[in-house]
């Protein structure tokens, strides 16, 4: 088994991602190196992916560091340990070999689906804000990715929920979410740098700086409500004052991280 990483700055982290996933015979792993840099790792048998040795190469306008080296045989029950369970309020998110809480609602996603299971910090913010809203109507969520937030949305009550993403693969891992986890979720492909995503009175996304920034300067009809996160607490201010017509209602940190909520003026 192979395992190649690739690490990026995080400013150029979404388009090098929405290359990458063109290649994940294994699955892929994201991980944070320090608040500037991130790390995807994709894994393959010999010859689904090449053994590039240690380059810096570019992706686009970014460029990368890449390493390659051996997976030790015991790598599928390394994958599996390192994907375990998120719980945040009534809601589990798990892989199917993870147990279901008692009582809980429970999001089953399989991790070689586009990103994971959950385990980062900024999915966790939103689902701290979203599990505490009481459910009024229609939600999107704008980058859904693996369909993580739509699906635990549509589990608490949101209904219609709108999930819309540039990649293909999030598209198809989304749609492949809601029917596991026997759920209704509209999903669509689109380019939040260039248009608006589906309009509901209440929006997740958990994005970068960067491309809430382009949401932003992209917007004519607000929503009611919008959790925005993938920022460091620093850059909510920034974020927070580019979205007219919106004020900045609740903020959420941990491990570095942010997740505002604003509503409408």
Request: charged share 25%; glycine share 10%.
């Amino acid at each position: 088994m192979i395992r190649v990483a690739v690490r990026v700055a995080r400013e150029h982290a979404e388009p090098v991602l929405a290359e990458l996933l063109e290649l994940v015979p294994g699955g892929l792993e994201e991980r944070e190196v320090d608040p500037a840099t991130v790390e995807y790792v994709l894994y393959g048998a010999e010859g689904e992916l090449p053994a590039l040795g240690s380059i810096r190469a570019a992706a686009g306008p970014a460029l990368v560091d890449v390493s390659t080296s051996q997976v030790p045989d015991d790598w599928d029950e390394r994958w599996r340990s390192f994907h375990t369970a998120l719980d945040v309020g009534p809601v589990r998110v798990r892989p199917p070999w993870e147990p279901p809480r008692a009582g809980a609602l429970d999001v089953v996603i399989d991790p070689g689906q586009a990103f994971g299971t959950g385990s980062h910090p900024t999915t966790r913010l939103v689902l701290e804000l979203l599990t505490t809203l009481e459910p009024a109507g229609a939600l999107a969520d704008w980058g859904c990715g693996s369909g993580i937030l739509a699906i635990a949305a549509a589990k608490l009550g949101w209904a219609p929920v709108l999930g819309c993403d540039h990649d293909p693969a999030a598209v198809e891992a989304t749609i492949a979410g809601a029917a596991a986890n026997e759920v209704e979720i509209a999903v669509s492909r689109c380019d939040l740098r260039r248009e608006e995503g589906p309009h509901a009175p209440t929006v997740l996304a958990n994005l970068v700086r960067p491309l809430l920034l382009d949401v932003a300067a992209t917007l004519t009809r607000p929503p009611e409500r919008l959790i925005a996160s993938g920022l460091h607490p620093g850059e909510v201010g920034e974020v927070a004052a580019a979205f007219a017509g919106l004020r900045e209602a609740r903020r959420v940190e941990r491990g570095g991280w942010a997740a505002v909520e604003l509503v409408r003026v």
